[in-house]
């Protein structure tokens, strides 16, 4: 039983020195990975700015809503006492 790929000299040999080219072919593949990566987290420093904007807004108009319905509430306490009278 034979297995072509392993039956070949270059499959047991010693790796020889990466040429000139695919030093540099790799350096620029790395240095896309990381501008790649650098791009994305500013992507999500942003996203999360945003984020923390719209939860503080939220917040503010839970505080309102609060607020209004203390006010309905009082009213329509008032006109039940007027009524009742």
């Known amino acids: ?19 000139a080219g695919d030093i540099v072919t790799e350096a620029l593949k790395k240095d896309k990975v990381l501008k790649d990566i650098a791009a994305a987290q500013e992507d999500l420093k942003a996203m999360f700015n945003r984020v923390q904007a719209v939860q503080k807004e939220v917040e503010k108009l839970t505080s309102g809503n609060e607020t209004l319905q203390m006010y309905i509430d009082n009213l329509t306490v008032q006109m039940a006492k007027r009524r009742g009278q």
Not at 1 to 18: K, R
């Open 1 to 19: 039983m034979s297995f072509p790929a392993f039956d070949e000299p270059s499959a047991w040999a010693i790796p020889s020195e990466p040429q």
